[in-house]
């Protein structure tokens, strides 16, 4: 096995010779109309004092899932909010729906109270059902990976959404790439999911 002394970091340096780096993607938005059913779920047998204070929908869970077991797939915006036209996921190719279902019925049953409650159990489906996943509208487009703009002191920033989806496709084609032989060893890398929040600087997670 190699043996390796130190570690040098390494900078991802675009070519201004080759123009924009545009990549086609998929991207889906969180309704607008799933924030009160996912809160009343949510809020079942809460406090209402309890309730006040948790008046978000947490995205978490879902977020980690779909990042855990499809990093090569699909990247996670963990500050989408419902009803706002920034993407929440970006796709190589839209979901189908009935991996889409599962995704969200697992969610779903992280929110519940009680799951042997059958009252509870009733309010999921009926969660469920106002969400209406098979109305998803996955929007296909193009994601420019190194748009920026420039600061009043005239230095480059990257859009927020560079942040996350830059790294995550430099990821996955180099995943992509063949083994290679490096001090007598084959050599090859992994993809694996990264943290859904942190889009930069200063932004919410």
């Not at 797939?73 to 996921?89: C, H, K």
């Not at 969660?127 to 996955?138: E, N």
């Not at 230095?155 to 063949?178: C, F, G, K, M, N």
């Amino acid at each position: 096995m190699a043996q390796y002394q130190y570690n040098r970091p390494a900078a991802y340096l675009p070519d201004p010779a080759q123009g924009p780096f545009v990549v086609p993607m998929h991207t889906l938005s969180l309704p607008s109309h799933w924030e009160e059913p996912l809160l009343r779920l949510y809020h079942d047998g809460m406090r209402h004092g309890q309730a006040q204070r948790r008046r978000r929908v947490p995205t978490a869970a879902i977020n980690q899932l779909m990042r855990a077991t499809a990093p090569d797939i699909v990247t996670v915006d963990s500050t989408a909010r419902f009803g706002s036209e920034n993407p929440w996921l970006y796709c190589q190719n839209a979901y189908p729906s009935a991996v889409t279902n599962l995704y969200i019925a697992t969610w779903l049953k992280s929110l519940q109270r009680d799951p042997d409650d059958p009252e509870t159990a009733a309010l999921l489906m009926d969660c469920f059902r106002d969400l209406d996943t098979a109305a998803l509208g996955w929007r296909p487009g193009t994601v420019d990976l190194l748009e920026q703009k420039l600061s009043p002191g005239g230095t480059a920033v990257p859009s927020p959404h560079v942040h996350r989806l830059l790294p995550d496709v430099l990821a996955e084609r180099i995943a992509r790439q063949a083994p290679y032989e490096h001090h007598g060893q084959q050599l090859s890398f992994r993809q694996v999911a990264g943290l859904t929040g942190g889009r930069g600087p200063g932004e919410p997670s």
